[in-house]
């Protein structure tokens, strides 16, 4: 299995800002993912992090609104830009090992 | 493409009594199955898992799953639930040759009563 940590746990940012949230692995995954979570509901897919080269993004999300970075298999950043009370949600990162992914504990953002 | 119904979003239930968590999905290829937990204000942790071979998987809390092909379900049961089970439990699913990708279903709230 894979232990998943995220940084910050939790944040309460203003209108039109910007955060940027941190995935650490701790050891290798071929795969990486970013979900969201919005409040009381189930997890969507945001995109999968790919080492080296642009994020995969799922339908309604775009790369300039949610910017990913993956420079090594062990680390990943989601940033959140411009961000509205829309984007309120918690943010799960993932990573695959073994046919299974397994997730971090979650960001969870309040816009104000 | 797949699907994941979980047919009940709240099951109440008493301390110590049975519990059946259902979860149906629609898939035109061969899958893998997991149910993970999400304990309240926390990440989802991975329950069980059925990937092959024995249809019936077992957690080390007490949770089991069944794989049932011709009905397309891997429903969650426990045979005496405890406070602390208290949770929403995501049951997903992932196509095989279709890539890595998760399809979660919308969630079943467990409260667990004294």
Known sequence: SAVISQKPSRDICQRGTSLTIQCQVDSQVTMMFWYRQQPGQSLTLIATANQGSEATYESGFVIDKFPISRPNLTFSTLTVSNMSPEDSSIYLCSGEGGDTQYFGPGTRLTVL | ?114
Not at chain 2, 35 to 64: A, C, D, M, R
Request: hydrophobic fraction near 35%; glycine fraction near 8%; aromatic fraction near 12%.
């Open chain 2, 1 to 114: 493409a797949q699907s994941v119904t979980q047919l009940d979003s709240q099951v109440p239930v008493f301390e110590e009594a049975p519990v059946e968590l259902r979860c149906n999905y629609s898939s035109s290829v061969s899958v893998y199955l997991f149910w993970y937990v999400q304990y309240p204000n926390q990440g989802l942790q991975l329950l069980l898992k059925y990937l092959s071979g024995s249809t019936l998987v077992e957690s080390i809390n007490g949770f089991e799953a069944e794989f049932n092909k011709s009905q397309t379900s891997f429903h969650l049961r426990k045979p005496s639930v405890h406070i602390s089970d208290t949770a929403e439990y995501f049951c997903a699913v992932r196509g095989l040759n279709a890539g890595n990708m998760l399809t979660f279903g919308g969630g079943t709230r467990l409260m667990v009563k004294p």
